[in-house]
């Protein structure tokens, strides 16, 4: 959810406007992919990196989501979206830790739409969380080392359970990872729109999956295999 600092840059607004407004995308965007039926919906809204921003700005952030989720779980629970974090959650504020677990408790049973929020997250030290409980469980004989493979593997994962993501959506014109999702985007594909995070409205999110409709997803294999393995009877 890139762009909201530049967003309040360029209205000569404190970088904080940007943010508030930007939460007011992330309800549209929500919104949106509830009602086109798209399952997970993952949104970076603080990175391992963030935490080196200001005392304010991080201290600002920490009180919008509190805000977000206190006044969002109503409506949660209603749509049936399912509320779920990831990222080094234990260095969250107490206070953010207590209002997310009751929201993610009370809205688990939601059924058409997960809404995986991103906190101090880095897909780099993800890994290495997997990897260090993967070692453990084998060192206990609970794993046979011959049997790891990339489902179980993914299953360490905090996304564990969740199928890998189609679609990328980067704001404000940065052709970058920032170590989002790191294994998981493999085979993503990748939209890059110039517009602002508090600009991103539905119609941008429409543009964005109309463009990911008319891709070729080859995942290695050519055009004309492809096009063969679309024509096949399925039985
Ligand atoms: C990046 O823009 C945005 C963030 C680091 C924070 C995103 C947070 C929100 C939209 C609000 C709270 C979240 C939820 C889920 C309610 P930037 O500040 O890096 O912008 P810039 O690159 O233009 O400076």
């Known amino acids: 959810m890139d762009g909201n600092g530049r967003w309040a840059e360029q209205r000569s607004l404190p ?11 992330v309800r549209e965007t929500v919104r949106t992919c509830r009602e086109l039926g798209i399952p997970v919906l993952t949104l970076y809204a603080f990175s391992r990196e963030n935490w080196s921003r200001p005392h304010w700005e991080v201290k600002a952030l920490m009180g919008l989501l509190t805000q977000y989720l206190r006044s969002e779980i109503k409506e949660l629970k209603k749509n049936g979206i399912a509320l779920k974090a990831l990222g080094e959650l234990e260095k969250l504020p107490p206070k953010v830790q207590d209002v997310l ?9 939601g059924e058409e739409l997960v809404l995986n929020l991103a906190l101090s997250y880095s897909g780099r030290a993800e890994i290495l969380q997997a990897v260090r409980r993967l070692v453990q469980d084998v060192q206990a004989g609970r794993v046979e080392p011959g049997l790891i493979d990339e489902p179980l593997f993914s299953s360490y994962l905090y996304t564990g359970g969740l199928p890998d993501p189609d679609l990328l959506v980067r704001t404000s014109g ?46 290695g294999l050519t055009g004309e295999q492809l096009r063969e393995k679309k024509v096949a009877p399925t039985g």
Do not use: C, M
């Open 101 to 109: 677990a009751r929201v993610v408790r009370e809205t688990a049973a």
């Open 174 to 219: 940065e052709f970058r990872l920032s170590d989002f999702l790191t294994y998981q985007l493999a085979y993503a594909e990748i939209y890059v729109t110039k517009t602002f995070w508090p600009d991103f409205r539905k119609k941008d999110l429409l543009a964005a999956i109309g463009e990911y409709q008319n891709r070729e997803r080859r995942f």
């Open 15 to 25: 970088r904080l406007a940007g943010h508030k407004a930007g939460v007011e995308s």
